[in-house]
């Protein structure tokens, strides 16, 4: 790889890195070909993106990049593989599953919204953080308890407000 090679990797690598607010960093060293490609089938299919990387060029696209890193790219060794995703727990969901099967991938860390897990006994913490869209439920859920409160409560008491009341107390 010559010069110009490696500088558009650093520079394709950080402009990645700046684009993804869920970085993983695992190591899928010693995976079959068959077990590679069923890895890399269900990356696809939950949209996540896979790729090997050279550490130095990772290392250098971190230093790069304006996000901070801390302790990342101290787990840069060996073989390191990136997963891009939007999901912050999707990663660590797919890791788990595969797991059930196989001893790899290892996580070696993580970058989710700015907050830097490091290490393979962190995978547990990450399968549990809860998506965007998981969060929006939760809190629609819970605004939405309040009001069917209410409505039952007309549909009940028949429309008067001593019977909204005596319904909606005995909820309590």
């Given at each position: 790889m010559t010069r110009e090679e490696k500088l558009n990797v650093i520079e394709d690598l950080t402009a990645q890195l700046a684009e993804n607010s869920t970085i993983y960093l695992a190591d899928i060293s010693?995976?079959?070909?068959t077990t590679t490609s069923n890895l890399r089938r269900a990356c696809f299919k939950a949209n996540i993106k896979l790729a090997v990387v050279k550490n130095t060029l990772l290392a250098k696209a971190m230093e790069a990049s304006d996000k901070d890193f801390g302790e990342l790219p101290e787990v840069l060794k060996g073989n390191t593989s990136l997963m891009f995703s939007e999901a912050g727990n999707g990663p660590a969901k797919l890791i788990k599953t595969f797991r059930k099967k196989s001893d790899k991938p290892l996580l070696k860390g993580a970058f989710v919204e700015e907050a830097i897990f490091v290490g393979d006994d962190k995978l547990d913490a990450l399968v549990s953080i809860k998506s965007r869209e998981e969060m929006i439920g939760e809190i629609i859920g819970l605004l939405q308890s309040p009001a069917k409160n209410v409505?039952?409560?007309?549909?009940?008491g028949?429309?008067?407000?001593?019977?909204?009341?005596?319904?909606?107390?005995?909820?309590?």
């Open positions: 010693g995976l079959d070909a409505i039952s409560g007309l549909k009940s028949g429309g008067k407000l001593a019977g909204i009341l005596k319904t909606l107390s005995e909820r309590e």
